[in-house]
């Protein structure tokens, strides 16, 4: 799934959050394995979130991706950088769930610029090279 936010909770222990709709197969696999993978795309990355976004059945064999086998999910070629997470807690709010992960561990892929959405469309944020 493409998510539109993911939020950082609390540093220590690392966690983060996202919002799942109650009917999302996607949340189901996260809540069944307890764990995620979080890929923040690289900003040439816009049609592999807009194939997401659209929950195309076969959006899988239309990219290049991998499990390595610590994974706590798919990681996609696509990614600026991957963050594999443990299901920490749970709240049910309306038709959605919010998922809190503890980050498990942190996989720095390309140092192309990110991927944002905002306002409706997508945008990079540029990155300053040291």
Same mark, same amino acid.
């Given at each position: 799934?493409?998510?539109?936010?993911?939020?950082?909770?609390?540093?220590?222990?690392?966690?983060?959050?996202?919002?799942?709709?109650?009917?999302?197969?996607?949340?189901? &696999? %996260?809540?069944?394995?307890?764990?995620? =993978?979080?890929?923040? #795309?690289?900003? +040439?990355?816009?049609?592999? @979130? !807009?194939?997401?976004?659209?929950?195309?059945?076969?959006?899988?064999?239309?990219?290049?991706?991998?499990?390595?086998?610590? &994974? %706590?999910?798919?990681?996609?070629?696509? =990614?600026?950088?991957? #963050?594999?997470? +443990?299901?920490?807690?749970? @709240? !049910?709010?309306?038709?959605?769930?919010?998922?809190?992960?503890?980050?498990?561990?942190?996989?720095?892929?390309?140092?192309?610029?990110?991927?944002?959405?905002?306002?409706?469309?997508?945008?990079?944020?540029?990155?300053?090279?040291?």
């Amino acid at each position: 799934m493409t998510c539109s936010s993911v939020c950082s909770v609390t540093l220590t222990p690392p966690t983060l959050l996202v919002c799942m709709r109650t009917a999302s197969p996607t949340l189901a &696999a %996260a809540v069944s394995a307890r764990a995620f =993978a979080v890929n923040l #795309l690289h900003a +040439r990355a816009r049609p592999t @979130a !807009e194939l997401f976004a659209s929950a195309a059945p076969d959006r899988f064999d239309r990219i290049r991706w991998r499990r390595p086998p610590d &994974a %706590a999910g798919p990681h996609l070629t696509d =990614a600026r950088a991957i #963050l594999d997470c +443990r299901v920490s807690e749970l @709240a !049910e709010v309306g038709d959605h769930l919010v998922v809190f992960g503890e980050v498990a561990a942190i996989h720095e892929l390309s140092d192309e610029p990110p991927l944002m959405y905002g306002y409706r469309r997508y945008a990079s944020w540029p990155v300053e090279r040291a």
